[in-house]
């Protein structure tokens, strides 16, 4: 697993695109539950948490499941924990459950890049 993390539009996509050429990605803003487990990569990763929450899907589990039946996916998504908390319950709720699933799955992930302004830099 790999993971690509940074502020809205700062390059995380064409960072990875460009990095990760030979694999294709799909959109987490119009990713279905079954294409995450089978997809090459994946942007807008956040989209796709905040969809399936708006679902009411159980997300408990998640990062467990993706890392095993996907363990070589490419994961784009923007860091959301920055700034002011947000005042509507859904975007606070969104926000932390983002952001507990990003770090479980950084924890498990060979490498991570976080992209500022274009310049990708890896972390771990």
Not at 67 to 96: H, L, M, S, W
Not at 100 to 112: H, M, Q, S, Y
Request: a negative charge; one cysteine or more; glycine letters at 12%.
């Amino acid at each position: 697993m790999i993971m690509v993390i940074g502020g809205a539009h700062q390059g995380k996509h064409e960072y990875a695109k460009e990095m990760y050429s030979d694999i294709e990605w799909i959109d987490g803003k119009k990713c279905k539950e079954q294409e995450i487990f089978k997809c090459e990569g994946i942007y807008g990763f956040h989209e796709y948490i905040a969809g399936r929450m708006r679902e009411g899907a159980d997300l408990d589990g998640f990062p467990e499941r993706l890392y095993v039946k996907n363990p070589d996916i490419v994961i784009v998504t923007n860091e959301i924990g920055y700034g002011i908390v947000p005042a509507d319950a859904f975007q606070r709720e969104y926000r932390e459950t983002t952001g507990r699933i990003c770090t479980k799955l950084a924890a498990r992930a060979e490498e991570v890049h976080r992209v500022i302004c274009g310049i990708g830099t890896r972390i771990k």
